[in-house]
């Protein structure tokens, strides 16, 4: 099958707007008899179910939370980046394209990402309009802060709490839909299966998770929002819930999986602490604006952090890194922790972590604080405590966080950090219409592999999943189902809907009868630690290969040996989160395959056998300038396809922070 | 910070779903360390009860970083446990000693009926906002952003109140369980906001409606909602709902 990624002829500039002027319509009355599913109901999910129930399509949406309000989309903190301009320091669309493209080491689609681009705007003055209560200046106008790999301030954001803050925004559109009955929300279900019919996605398979109960759902497309997979590795800064099983599901009906193996690991989260750890809590990358990196320069130094004297320690990132220093991107700050800590020179007991201080930005905001109260003091406690009380304003969330984390006070100690899993930029493959390769079925969000490349800048993944709920579904479906206003319903009697809910009625009483003596959390403990070991910050054709025997031999374990209590038929997160770990204990080998078979080193992929002399990555455009599209064949059977990456505007180059 | 390990017992509401009867069943754990957080003291208690072929313990749950409001326990007579301001998922071990017995319950309030254990059902929240709780503006109508300046106080105010995470504790927490936080909080977002506006009263009047229907108890202004809420949401929030409230009844608005 040929890939055909639908990117619009014409320039760059025009290729949306003149889709947009030339998609195909549905009218009014044929939307009110087509019928879409949504799954997922985080800021992709909730910014499409809302806008199509708006249109007058009848939604159906879904996700497994209690409530849509609590999807993950609600823990990012930073920011949502836009083109505006508002602080005129020269961004434009093109600007925040350009920054993308080279954020994601030249391996995006230069067409989403212009249209991804065009759109921020829009995003931003439709949740103000929503009530967003984005941070503000005095002026009463918005605000802006920079984010890593730009030289604009175009990131707006709500204290530490900005997911949170879009989420309601989405999520009270949606509840509007709700009560005007054109969103039937569905919350504590899981879509476990897509049914087919004559080849086309026209519903799913999902179980309610209160009574257990299997349930079947028309819809004439089905949209997959349904987040990222760094659960895979088991520890990382997603919501223990986040999982893959969806797109998952997808993939095996067909549904290409795009760059498995890109995976974001964010250089700043507070580090394991024990063998309990459940998750990881990631300290916003906003804090390397103030915070300095360090380790001790003498390897095993076990001395407090206070009490090493400044020219013993080795700021290891402005030392490398002198342009960029602190703020060099996130595979770049986290590849060299790593270093640091693997060379002997991590801190804590763990060993496994590095410092994140903010002494020198307290003092230098105290001095500052002290000169604007007209104090013309040097004392250093009263600059301290002036400067304490400033960085308190912009960081404090984060600070009482790490508090309570870690027992610390990181006002008076630098913080320990060290990197962890965050975000995936690989997902299921789309085309320029956010459609899979199984017609009428779509991906949105961190569900699909669109456009970030091979690694993600900061604040950039909220604006792609509403910009894809907003304002490129709307279009792209209507443009779909405008060939398919004389489908009537399907009956949920069909064949069709009765094979699959036998597949996943088999599949769930398989896992049940396994009656083994391994706890679920211990399978998926032991493939994390083979991801991270093996798959994770640096990789190796070795090591990869390793992996995946390793993960078909654990899979085979987990199919013989899982424990899995209680029943079907009631509420049972035991088996719910069963059903998750296989599905990432096959997700991993091809992950893993992926990895091996991508012999480059491109943003957060980094193979060791990729490097320059200096130790950075090397990318190969000669031989990798392709996104992989992988097709499941059978069990550990994928074959590759080849999307190539024609660059008509932008013409990569090195990517060079030094 | 010194690390210790502890020996607990717990003693754990245990009911198997919305029709039978609970009760407290007793366990034991032991070699729980000081870094733990609460939840992961309950994964430890899980595993082994997996372990010896017994069911674990339903909870709630998902970001484990105090924001996504799914977390729920009634710990020793406290919502949330007894850190100021902190969801269950960022209490922490080292608020206990070696020997401890903790008390664990579900939310209690008739509009939350309890699922499974300590999970309960908090529908009613989505109902009430669904009733009002958003303002009227479809994808696309929106003007440029910075045409509407706001006063930076009141986005801030509105900031506060938004910062809800619609956990439930407020009502756990209530001898009422009444919702009058959860709502106020909802409110006042928007009212601060002039983009609220237009929609304010039949938004009060809707909301507060709908918390009625819900059964929800009413607010007598005894304030261990404030005292337990996990964000600080306060006290000032109820008091402007009342306001909007008389307000919208006294200019005859009854509905949307
Ligand atoms: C700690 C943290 C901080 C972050 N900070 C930022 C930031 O500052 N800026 C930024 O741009 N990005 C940030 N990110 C990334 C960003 O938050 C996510 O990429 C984004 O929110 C994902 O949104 P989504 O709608 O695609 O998926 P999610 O919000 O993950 O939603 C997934 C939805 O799918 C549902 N679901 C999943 N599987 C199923 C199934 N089988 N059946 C039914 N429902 C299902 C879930 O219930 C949920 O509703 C951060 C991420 C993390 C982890
Ligand atoms: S007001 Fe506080 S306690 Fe009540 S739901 Fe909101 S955050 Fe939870
Ligand atoms: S688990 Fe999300 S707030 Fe506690």
Redesign the pocket.
Known sequence: MALNSKIPSGQLDSKWKTYKSTCKLVNPANKRSLEIIV????????SAAATLGEMGYKVKA????DS?R????????????AAKNYQNDGDSTYRLFYDTIKGGDYRAREGNVHRLAEVSANIIDQCVAQGVPFAREYGGLLSNRSFGGTQVQRTFYAAGQ??QQL?IGAYQGLERQVSLGNVEMHSR????EIVMVDGKARGII?RNLVTGELERHFGHAVLL????Y?NVFYL????M???V??AWKAHKQGAFFGNPCYTQIHPTCIPVSGDHQSKL??M??SLRNDGRIWVPKAKGDNRKATDIPEEERDYYLERRYPAFGNLVPRDVASRAAKERCDAGFGVGSSKMAVYLDFASAIERYGKVEAHKQGLHTTDKNTIMALGRDVVKEKYGNLFDMYAKITGENPYEIPMRIYPAV??TMGGLWVDYELMTTVPNLYA????NFSDHGANRL????????LAD?YFVIPYTLGNNLANDISTKAIPTDHPAFVAAEKDVNDRINRLMNIKGTESVESFHKRLGKIMWDKCGMARNAKGLTEAIEEIKALRKEFWSNVRVPGDIKEFNPELDKAGRVADFLELGELMCIDALNRNESCGGHFREESQTEEGEAQRDDEHFMFVSAWEYKADSQFELHKEALDYEVVHPSARSYK | MEHYNMNLTLKVWKQKNNKAKGAFETYKVSGISSEMSFLEMFDVLNEQLVAENKEPIAFDHDCR?GICGMCSMYINGRAHGPWHQTTTCQLHMREYKDGDTIVVEPWRANSFPVIKDLVVDRSAFDRIVAAGGYISVNTGNAQDANCLPVDKQRADESFAAATCIGCGACVAACPNTSAMLFVSAKVSHLALLPQGEPERKSRAVNMIHQMDTEDFGSCTNIGACEAECPKGISLENIARLNREYLGAMFSGSKEA
Request: proline fraction near 1%; aromatic fraction near 4%.
């Open positions: 799954v997922g109901t985080g800021l992709a999910g909730a879904f996700c497994f939370q849509p609590r999807a993950h989309s609600i823990a990012a903190q930073g920011g949502i980046n900005t997911g989420l279900h899981e879509m476990l999902a929002c349904t987040g990222g760094g990382s800064t997603n919501a819930g986040s999982n099983t969806a809590t990631l916003s990358e965050h975000y949105l969000g961190e569900a900061g604040a950039s993944a909220l604006m792609q999943g709920g | 970083e």
